[in-house]
T-cell receptor, first 114, second 113 residues
């Protein structure tokens, strides 16, 4: 299995630009999670989906952030407009219901907003 | 609600000596507990998990952890540290609320040659 795939691995953009991060979960997994990691705040859960439906988005920082999961094999996290404080590493993870929430993480997208 | 506390933000050991990374949890029910490792500029990798079966759990790379209900602890150990073990380690637990997992703040392990 290829594991969780994220793209791009690195993104550098200017303040005000739209940023789209992509994730392909492990085939057959029905949960998908988006996390953000910074030195100051550590690892934060932003949103998670079950069977493509958003279950809890209480961690999404503000309306500039949005996430979609149009099908079982693809999800996006969009930031519009981006700000320097959004600079972080964004991780996607997936898991299988009934597996005690065992999550498998992607390699992350390192975002730098100038 | 579940909470997970990693007692040390940084642990430094010499190569070949034992590793102990401490984690306490609080929960009103029997939790599932995990240890993840994150090497620099990498994603999180599952080391091991406890799900109410055997209290001593063996993971990858020689790591193991013991669930002690009386002490509400789930400490991670390894008999002999390797240089490649230098990384950030996260203790993680389940939560009865809406958030599937609760992450500790992490312990950075340094291994000195």
């Amino acid at each position: 299995d290829a594991g969780v795939i994220q793209s791009p691995r690195h993104e550098v953009t200017e303040m005000g630009q739209e940023v789209t991060l992509r994730c392909k979960p492990i085939s057959g997994h029905d949960y998908l999670f988006w996390y953000r990691q910074t030195m100051m705040r550590g690892l934060e859960l932003l949103i998670y989906f079950n069977n493509n439906v958003p279950i809890d988005d209480s961690g999404m920082p503000e309306d500039r952030f949005s996430a979609k999961m149009p099908n079982a094999s693809f999800s996006t996290l969009k930031i519009q407009p981006s700000e320097p404080r959004d600079s972080a590493v964004y991780f996607c993870a997936s898991s299988l219901s009934g597996a005690a929430w065992t999550q498998y993480f992607g390699p992350g997208t390192r975002l730098l907003v100038l | 609600a579940q909470s997970v506390t990693q007692l040390d933000s940084h642990v430094s050991v010499s190569e070949g000596t034992p590793v102990l990374l401490r984690c306490n949890y609080s929960s009103s029910y029997s939790p599932s507990l995990f240890w993840y490792v994150q090497h620099p500029n990498k994603g999180l990798q599952l080391l091991l998990k406890y799900t109410s079966a055997a209290t001593l759990v063996k993971g990858i790379n020689g790591f193991e952890a013991e669930f002690k209900k009386s002490e509400t602890s789930f400490h991670l150990t390894k008999p002999s540290a390797h240089m490649s073990d230098a990384a950030e380690y996260f203790c993680v637990g389940t939560n009865s609320g809406n958030t599937p997992l609760v992450f500790g703040k992490g312990t950075r392990l340094s291994v000195i040659a």
